[in-house]
């Protein structure tokens, strides 16, 4: 088979070791370095020495990210591979033998890299993507919030829409603090929250105990204080995405184009197309009735399948 590439290396990255192969026509270059920092600059080094233009690695877990960063700030072209393209024969398994192969298949042409986007959209995703990963612990907290209420038999998100809003969070502080008559607590309301304070005086008669105070003030200090990492990851994104105000005011505009007359979204007309009424896939399960089935009906007349009955999809007029 031809050679795409003459000079090729396949790294087979691990935790804390990478075995890295360089094919040279059909001469193989092997060594294995660490995964500090010093060791990969050193892994760069031979590369470079080595006259190598192209790299590929597996995207295995995030070990392949400060590789990656570290090439793509050199001349050298990475390529992070999905493993199912790259996998190997049965058999014996090495890191050499992997390296090998992975070296093989790109001097071949045989690889084709994931897509990998710039470095500026890669630390504002891992942003985004903690963001939600701190909204989504404020929503385990408040879940923990209310069953520590139901444990003590107060009844707030039965009255409440919003525990954790601003009346909510007042009366939950006065609780805390150990206050156990309803009637003080329900008159912390506010909003159209007071017109249940009836309500509230009979959902906040319960048994609360010390040990309760103490999980809810703990788990409400953990919220306020989520809330202000939240806010902080906002300001952060917000300044980020300053750099690419313009792009985004033509994505805004651009989307109100395609708004029709009626107030419902037209979708774009590079995605507007006509498909077909038929679902190809089939409609018979285990617990659909058999007149509803495919085929005849009792009298001999063909029964349509129930997914013909409803169009699918419809074509959009402008």
Aim: aromatic share 4%.
């Amino acid at each position: 088979m031809e050679a795409i590439h003459p000079i090729a290396c396949g790294l087979d990255v691990h935790k804390n070791s990478i075995t890295a192969c360089i094919l040279v026509e059909r001469k193989k270059y092997l060594r294995t370095f660490g995964t500090m920092t010093e060791d990969l600059f050193e892994l760069l080094d031979w590369i470079k020495d080595m006259g190598c233009p192209i790299v590929a690695m597996e995207s295995t877990g995030v070990y392949w990210k400060p590789v990656y960063n570290l090439l793509e700030l050199s001349d050298i072209k990475a390529l992070v591979v999905n493993a199912k393209h790259i996998k190997n024969v049965p058999g014996r398994k090495s890191d050499v033998k992997d390296a090998q192969w992975i070296a093989q298949l790109l001097q071949h042409g045989l690889l084709k890299g994931s897509y990998i986007p710039s470095r500026e959209q890669r630390e504002l995703r891992e942003l985004v993507r903690y963001r939600r990963s701190l909204v989504e612990e404020v929503s385990r907290e408040s879940n923990r919030i209310q069953k520590v209420l139901e444990g003590a038999n107060i009844k707030l998100g039965s009255v409440a829409s919003n525990v954790l809003g601003v009346s909510g969070r007042k009366m939950l502080r006065s609780l805390i603090n150990g206050e156990d008559n309803p009637e003080i607590i329900a008159e912390l309301s506010l909003g159209k929250l007071r017109n249940k304070i009836p309500e509230l005086k009979k959902a906040l008669k319960g048994l609360i105990g010390t040990h309760q105070q103490f999980m809810l003030k703990t788990q409400l200090n953990h919220i306020e204080y989520l809330e202000k990492q939240v806010e902080s990851i906002d300001r952060e994104i917000s300044r980020r995405l300053e750099e690419c105000k313009e792009d985004l005011e033509l994505m805004k505009q651009r989307d109100r184009s395609h708004v029709s007359e009626n107030g419902t979204t037209d979708p774009s007309p590079c995605i507007r197309r006509t498909r077909p009424l038929v679902s190809p896939f089939p409609c018979t399960s285990p617990g659909m009735k058999k007149r509803d089935r495919p085929g005849e009906s009792k009298n001999g007349t063909p029964n349509p399948s129930p997914c013909t009955k409803l169009p699918l999809y419809q074509t959009t007029k402008r």
